[in-house]
């Protein structure tokens, strides 16, 4: 059990020379030499007029401090946890609690490359029922510190917590997304694979949604399996790079988000070690 005695507030502070530090290393950016030119060419990974745009608008628009302030406006809490044969893990976490009467408990957890600012737009309506609504009190821990990073966490924890370790607690679950389910192949089981295919064949939507799902698995699950294998080997890069983890990340937003406007991006790198890349 967590003595809640021990959550403190927390305030985000990053101090003046790790921002000197970023616009110094931002400053002497060095960008590829490349033949893809076309801003709208995805295939091998966010085009050089992208990055070239996305990196002078950091160094000379992006406020941090006007972020910074935002940030702090919402209620954050830090709480060690402890965790046998580990030191304490020290998890932050938001807790938006309006002391609504029967508040329902609502535990949000995103995924990567998330962070719990993703989830703010919703708090009000979740927060402010009038009674014929529920109200709910709201806690989104901060996922950074992966070891291994497959599927995506929010919904793996969320699964976890439901049918292992909490059942008599967790009422609901709301995910979005599952894990990959592909269609029943002639060779692991030949008996569903024919079952299904004299049910019916495939609709256009169900056959678009399995081609999207081959494609991904072909052309853009390399990351998943680096972070699996060889977390360290990218970590070196994106740690030291600013510009590095922009590239890692940006690709992904473009990916696996609908009109997806890239300035907020940087809100993406957060980190309460004293680092904003």
Same mark, same amino acid.
């Given at each position: 059990m967590v003595d809640s005695k021990v959550a403190k507030p927390f305030t985000i502070d990053i101090?003046?020379?790790?921002?000197?530090?970023?616009?110094?290393? /931002?400053?002497?950016?060095?960008? #590829?030499?490349?033949?893809?030119?076309?801003?709208?060419?995805?295939?091998h990974g966010p085009p050089l007029p992208v990055m070239r745009h996305l990196v002078e608008y950091w160094r000379n628009g992006f406020d941090w401090k006007a972020a910074e302030a935002r940030l702090n406006l919402l209620p954050q809490y830090i709480i060690p946890i402890d965790i046998d044969g580990f030191d304490p893990l020290n998890v932050h976490y938001l807790h938006v609690n309006k002391g609504a009467k029967n508040a329902i408990?609502? /535990?949000?957890?995103?995924?990567? #490359?998330?962070?719990f600012f993703e989830f703010t737009k919703i708090f009000g309506p979740l927060t402010n029922g009038d009674g014929d609504e529920p109200t709910f009190e709201?806690?989104?821990?901060?996922?950074?510190?992966?070891?291994?990073?497959g599927g995506d966490w929010g919904m793996i924890i969320a699964h976890i917590m439901a049918n292992t370790y909490y059942p008599e607690h967790v009422k609901a679950v709301h995910t979005n997304n599952s894990d990959k389910c592909d269609p029943p192949s002639f060779f692991e089981n030949p008996v569903f694979w024919l079952q299904n295919q004299l049910?019916?064949?495939?609709?256009?939507?169900?056959?678009?949604?399995?081609?999207?799902?081959?494609k991904f698995m072909s052309e853009g699950y390399g990351y998943n399996l680096m972070h699996k294998h060889r977390p360290q080997t990218v970590g070196y890069s994106i740690m030291d790079s600013p510009i590095g983890l922009l590239g890692w990340i940006v690709d992904k937003l473009q990916d696996w988000t609908d009109k997806y406007t890239f300035m907020h991006a940087f809100w993406y790198f957060v980190r309460f070690d004293g680092l904003i890349y």
């Open positions: 101090p003046n020379e790790r921002l000197d530090l970023l616009k110094q290393k /931002l400053n002497l950016a060095t960008f #590829p030499d490349t033949i893809l030119t076309n801003a709208n060419d995805w295939s408990p609502l /535990l949000m957890v995103h995924g990567w #490359p998330g962070s709201i806690v989104v821990p901060s996922l950074i510190e992966y070891v291994v990073q049910r019916r064949p495939y609709t256009a939507a169900e056959r678009a949604g399995i081609d999207r799902t081959q």
